[in-house]
Nanobody, 121 residues
């Protein structure tokens, strides 16, 4: 089992910044992709950004140039630096990791509990 603990959400004014963290713990063998998703009220959950174990990154178009995803493999932690925040970034943000339990087993995806980000003046 892998546990994910998120932190860093909160209330920020438009144009402000926040940094989200998600730390994985438990019986970790190898973590492949780590990512962030978000879900706004009355909307479906959407992918925000991903990062592979080798450092390759992808972003949804609406956050390119404003958000940066990074990870610390030694700490099994993924970060999301969010700059120039807009009201439309308001959502619950969830981290997601793809964990490989052993060399002979298929990956399993785990979700964090979610952290609220509210962008408002």
């Amino acid at each position: 089992q892998v546990q994910l603990v998120e932190s860093g959400g909160g209330l920020v004014q438009p144009g402000g910044s926040l940094r989200l963290s998600c730390a994985a713990s438990g019986s970790i063998f190898r973590i492949n992709v780590m990512g962030w998703y978000r879900q706004a009220p009355a909307k479906e959950r959407e992918l925000v950004a991903t990062i592979t174990s080798g450092g390759s990154r992808t972003y949804t178009d609406s956050v390119k140039g404003r958000f940066t995803i990074s990870r610390d493999n030694a700490k099994n932690t993924v970060y999301l630096q969010m700059n120039s925040l807009k009201p439309e970034d308001t959502a619950v943000y969830y981290c997601n990791v793809e964990h490989v339990p052993s060399a002979y087993r298929l990956p399993v995806r785990y979700w964090g509990q979610g952290t609220q980000v509210t962008v408002s003046s």
